[in-house]
């Protein structure tokens, strides 16, 4: 389920709940970046700068400054805060009027090279001369916004300097506009008898993008409700208007949009704003004179009487049920969205209506197991100036899109007539408590996103901040009117003629119709060419080629050094304690503004081996099935009263020593107000003790839903189930890896949903409990302040004394394997004095038969574009070749992947990564090739072999390995590698020092020792349509 029109195409991609309040604050007890901006006053000039407003927002421990550029009317607002992480974008508004995706082409030309930094694309480049925890450009339907982090100020002004020339300076050269948007090039561009294609990045990418019929249906949504202006183009580019772009036009787009008079400037963390300000005003601001730029979106005229459009897609070969694949939805438009505290209270009312089991539309549409699940886009959607509310289905037959609406129309009349449950609207006003305080790393980038659009339209971003106050307010409208949300649904809802019921079902010949235009488009570009023009295109695209081949100059570029990076890190010490002598427990203590973390890891180890494929079902409906005296309902009301989720995935664990080990369980996470962790451990200790596995009704509802979510996901994750199939024969993690994440997940899942009855579902779920939740193997870890760990300690212990099998005496439940290990979980904590005898450990498969063995794979699903993957088997994280190895795949995608598969290939994104699999894994992403990119993974570790990389690459290389290794990990989260994996401190610096250390002979030689692909350690798949040259080589296996 999206809750979000996908109308923000990201570049590197990620980002994806901007409009969740999420947040966190780092050193929440210190407030020096904060005191520091508080001294400003209303109408101080620093420089080419007048303050505006200076607002402390308590809740979110921050202080924000706006201020305007004197000279151009630049806007900016500084967020100070007590946080390291400092984050910069610059967001303009750009608002296209055709769908040839010029604002996307052109976010992605710009960072392509600029005045002061000429090389091609160093945006690409400077990934690995800095240190940034974030570095991304993405393109929403009405603006375009330029975002990095960094906790290094030395790498905050370095960033800075190449962003500001990126936007206001590009170079906008004519190749980097063929390259990144579209061209006419032939097949083999060296061959001019090979026929002529369109090809370029975002042409590709998009295509990807719809190849997701979610983001084909959320795209349809908003061109049809909002039909007069911007919101009616597709501002990503539609793949069949995407030829139509003149880099003419690019240009123009660029000099009326990319103006500091258009823009809007955001800065977060602890760094001074006067040096940013400073910066930005030399080396942008000061050379620019104010214009009238013409970008505002107008308000949309409203409809007299509702509309009704029906589309088609693709069909999906991944749908439980074949037959019902029609998707109804209907949309209101709402109030304009700078209205902060009308957007407020609507989001909130969207989220009484539709989330959870508990809402009206759950009970109403989910409940009535007419579809699969919610309608790609649900709730409430504030992405564009006037917010809009969608509600239906997805997974229904044709003929029940009557039903639909009827149930639609009933409902809001229910809600009018009864209201909510006060119980429901407390436990949302909780939710909000508890996401304020709950801590995430990326708050500057959620905070600016979170801003963007109100902004955007000329709202204040610092009332949006301002969220307590909007909670007192809402509750004192409660109070004064006890039918206050009940009158916005009969004004927004029931009395709104702007409403659409858009349906959209797939046809059969939708891919083979898209192609047929294309066709259409490509020849009557071709047939339009002089000979003159044919030649001029040959030539064109052999210059690309060269200017992509030519060894850059990058001495321009700003960098980072190895010797600018600590050689120490900051050591996060654990407590480790044992109930009852045999259940570990970790306590990290943090300073977690009030929240507690608590986690249970328990082991697989005794289950059947016909129960295994079970597992990611049984983690999918274990907290949402009731417990003890509650019904699901009820189950689902407490745990959002007192909890900010409890959740349960399944966990495969590689050794770190042996890559033919690994231990396998299931995760439970889970986080509350200190104050209410009673009520928490209690919900787990019933869960633990008496879960409901009996009503077969809302398992229905569940497993379609997760089926649903399975499928739609694929077009997104498609490199990943690439690689997870092509380690699948490499080592038994991967084995495992594949049916618990793989496409056999997917298509378990959708057997499931297609069962008549799930009585025999049903009945394996008790028998995995059995096995799974007891304490044996068990090992938690508690993350909260110092000063609450005492209590919390009381109540963990109760809880664990009151899991399943607790104190008995050990019958020695018989292992199904007879091949376990047993392995201390912290070894350096061996020799010393431990609390009641007892040491952690962990108990761990291993298969030393284990042959890994070749295996390629070619899954043929509808989608336009490939999703390639080659899997080699390495070593484990201790091996000390394992740091080489990983700086190696950093190297290679920097120094040659990148180039190959997405400057030449056209691919959205390909590269390199080793992780603690030990599978060392190239990918590529949205890719119009297939075997030709394997044959470039090949390339590359050949290029890898000859050496032909300087020291400067590897020092590149390295300092990117360590921007992920030292990325900030947020209070909820440390420890958790220790008590996960076993990877202590020492370990990790240990490891630092090896990376430090890798140089270029040690590069070649882990090239040449591990990456040579023989039968019996490298696997393949792709994802991707009918290929006839794999269906011809008959070492692919078909899917
Ligand atoms: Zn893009």
Redesign the pocket.
């Known amino acids: 389920m999206v809750l979000r029109a996908t109308s923000v195409?990201?570049?590197l991609k990620r980002l994806r709940s901007a409009r969740s309040v999420s947040h966190c604050s780092w050193r929440w007890n210190s407030s020096s970046a904060r005191e520091r901006v508080i001294q400003y006053t209303v109408g101080e000039k620093i420089h080419g700068f007048t303050v505006n407003q200076v607002t402390a927002v308590p809740e979110l421990f921050l202080t924000a400054v706006k201020l305007n550029h004197d000279n151009t009317g630049a806007q900016y607002m500084h967020v100070a805060r007590d946080d390291p992480n400092n984050l910069f974008s610059v967001q303009f508004r750009t608002t296209p009027l055709n769908s040839t995706g010029v604002p996307?082409?052109l976010?992605?030309v710009v960072l392509c090279g600029s005045e002061k930094y000429q090389c091609r694309d160093p945006f690409f480049k400077m990934l690995t001369r800095s240190l940034s925890t974030f570095m991304n450009?993405?393109?929403a339907s009405d603006y375009t916004m330029y975002p990095f982090s960094t906790q290094n100020s030395k790498d905050f002004q370095n960033l800075l300097s190449v962003y500001l020339d990126a936007v206001f300076f590009p170079c906008l050269r004519e190749l980097d506009f063929w390259q990144?948007g579209w061209r006419l090039e032939h097949d083999t561009p060296d061959d001019p008898s090979s026929p002529l294609v369109f090809k370029g990045?975002?042409f590709n990418?998009?295509k990807g993008v719809f190849a997701n019929n979610e983001n084909v249906y959320a795209q349809h949504l908003q061109n049809k409700l909002l039909p007069d202006h911007t919101y009616s183009v597709i501002s990503?580019g539609d793949p069949l208007h995407i030829p139509k772009l003149t880099w003419e036009e690019l240009k123009h787009f660029h000099a009326t949009h990319y103006h500091p008079s258009n823009a809007r400037f955001f800065t977060y963390g602890d760094l001074p704003l006067e040096q940013h300000l400073k910066q930005i005003q030399e080396q942008a601001l000061g050379k620019f004179q104010k214009i009238e730029p013409d970008t505002s979106v107008p308000i949309q005229p409203r409809w007299s009487e509702p509309r009704e459009y029906h589309v088609t897609c693709g069909p999906d070969s991944m749908v439980p049920d074949p037959v019902k694949q029609t998707t109804y939805s209907v949309s209101f438009l709402l109030d304009d969205i700078t209205n902060s505290f009308e957007a407020f209270t609507l989001s909130l009312l969207s989220s009484l209506l539709v989330s959870g089991p508990n809402s009206p539309f759950y009970k109403a549409l989910i409940d009535a197991r007419i579809g699969t699940d919610f309608a790609p886009v649900v709730g409430y959607d504030g992405s564009t100036r006037e917010a809009c509310f969608s509600v239906g289905l997805q997974g229904i037959a044709e003929q029940d899109v009557k039903t639909v609406k009827q149930i639609i129309n009933k409902t809001i009349d229910e809600v009018i007539e009864n209201g909510f449950e006060e119980e429901r609207i407390e436990a949302l006003l909780h939710k909000i408590e508890i996401q304020l305080k709950h801590q995430t790393t990326n708050f500057g980038l959620a905070l600016a996103s979170y801003v963007a659009t109100n902004w955007n339209h000329d709202g204040d971003p610092v009332e949006v901040l301002q969220i307590s106050e909007k909670v007192a307010r809402f509750r004192q409208s409660l109070k004064d009117n006890p039918r206050f949300l009940q009158d916005k649904v009969k004004h927004y809802f029931k009395e709104n003629p702007h409403q659409l019921a858009l349906s959209m079902s797939p046809d059969e010949g939708y891919l083979e119709n898209q192609t047929k235009v294309e066709q259409g488009k490509l020849q009557e570009k071709i047939s339009s060419l002089s000979m003159e023009e044919k030649k001029e295109i040959y030539e064109k695209g052999l210059e690309l080629i060269t200017a992509q081949s030519t060894p850059q100059d990058v001495s321009s570029l700003p960098a980072l050094k190895v010797s600018d990076i600590q050689r120490t890190f900051p050591l996060t010490p654990v407590e480790m304690a044992y109930v009852g002598g045999e259940v570990p427990v970790q306590y990290c203590s943090q300073p977690t503004n009030g929240v507690v973390y608590f986690r249970a890891f328990t082991s697989l180890n005794t289950l059947p081996e016909d129960l295994k494929p079970y597992i990611p079902l049984f983690c999918n409906v274990i907290t949402r099935m009731g417990c003890a005296s509650l019904n699901y309902r009820q189950l689902d009301q407490l745990i959002e009263l007192k909890t900010g989720g409890m959740a349960a995935s399944p966990k495969i664990l590689q050794d770190i020593d042996d890559l033919d080990m690994y231990e396998q369980g299931v995760l439970f996470t889970s986080l509350c107000l200190d104050r209410n962790l009673p009520d928490m451990m209690q919900l787990w200790t019933d869960i633990f003790n008496s879960p409901h596995f009996d009503d077969e009704e809302h398992l229905r509802v569940l497993v379609m839903m997760a089926a649903q979510e399975l499928s739609n996901g694929i077009p997104d994750s498609g490199h990943q189930y690439a690689a997870v199939r092509a380690g699948k024969t490499l080592t038994p993690a991967g084995n495992l890896g594949e049916m618990f994440d793989g496409l056999s997940q997917v298509q378990q899942m959708k057997r499931i949903a297609e069962m008549p009855e799930l009585v025999t579902v049903l009945r394996r779920l008790p028998r995995i409990k059995l096995h799974l939740m007891t304490n044996e193997n068990m090992r938690c870890s508690v993350n909260a302040a110092a000063q609450e760990i005492p209590e919390m300690s009381k109540e963990v212990e109760k809880f664990i004394r009151n899991v399943p099998g607790f104190g008995k005496k050990k019958k020695d439940r018989k292992l199904i394997r007879s091949n376990i290990t047993e392995k201390l979980l912290n070894p350096e904590e061996a020799g010393g004095e431990v609390s009641g005898g007892s040491r952690a450990t962990k108990k761990l498969v291993s298969e030393p038969t284990f042959k890994a063995c070749q295996m390629k794979t070619h899954f043929q699903l509808p989608f336009p574009v490939n999703y390639v993957s080659e899997c080699i088997r390495t070593v484990p994280y201790m091996n000390p070749d394992f740091t080489s190895l990983r700086v190696l795949a950093r190297l290679l995608t920097a120094k040659y992947l990148h180039r190959e598969i997405r400057e030449k290939g056209g691919a959205?994104g390909g590269g390199a990564t080793l992780s603690h699999s030990g599978l060392f894994s190239f990918y590529s992403y949205r890719d119009p090739n297939s075997l030709d990119t394997i044959s470039v993974f090949r390339r590359s570790v050949d290029w890898a072999k000859m050496g032909k990389f300087t020291a400067e690459d590897i020092d590149e290389a390295k300092l990117s390995v360590f921007s992920v290794v030292d990325a900030p990990v947020a209070p909820s989260d440390k420890g958790l590698d220790r008590f996960l994996y076993g990877i202590s401190d020492e370990i990790k610096q240990k490891r630092r020092e090896q990376l430090f250390a890798v140089d270029h002979d040690g590069l070649v030689e882990v090239a040449n020792k591990y990456l040579t692909t023989g039968h019996s350690t490298c696997g393949a798949a792709i994802l991707g349509p009918e290929n006839e040259s794999i269906a011809r080589d008959p070492t692919w296996v078909q899917r």
């Open positions: 195409w990201v570049l996307h082409i976010e992605h450009a993405f393109t990144e990045v975002v990418e998009m990503g959205y």
